[in-house]
C-alpha cells in the first residue's frame, strides 16, 4: 500500500448549499490531517480537493457522501486531482 499522497475533486449534489456544508467538509478535512479547499459552486454543488495519504482521502470521500446533519447528499463523484502541496484546508469564496 502506498502512502504518497494523492489528490481528489470531488463534487457533491444534493441539498449541500446554506446548511454548513463547506465549514464541516474543512473541520472534517483538518481532523484527518488533510489538504485542500472547499467552495459552493453555481449549480447549486459543492466542490473540494481533498490531498493526503490515500487512506485519509478515502475516508474523506465517505464522510462527504453523509455531510453535516442538515445536508441531504445525493451524489458525490470523485476524480483524480492535480496534488498542490499547499498545506492547511480552506473554504474558497463561491464560484461566479
Avoid: H
Amino acid at each position: 500500500m502506498t502512502t504518497e499522497p494523492i489528490a481528489m475533486i470531488v463534487s457533491v449534489t444534493g441539498r449541500v448549499q446554506g446548511v454548513s456544508f463547506r465549514a464541516w467538509t474543512k473541520s472534517q478535512a483538518e481532523a484527518r490531517g488533510l489538504s485542500g479547499w472547499v467552495r459552493n459552486e453555481a449549480d447549486g454543488t459543492v466542490s473540494a480537493l481533498i490531498e493526503g495519504p490515500p487512506e485519509g482521502v478515502a475516508e474523506m470521500v465517505r464522510a462527504l457522501e453523509k455531510g453535516p446533519r442538515l445536508a441531504r447528499v445525493e451524489r458525490v463523484a470523485a476524480m483524480p486531482g492535480a496534488a498542490t502541496e499547499l498545506p492547511g484546508f480552506r473554504i474558497l469564496d463561491d464560484a461566479s
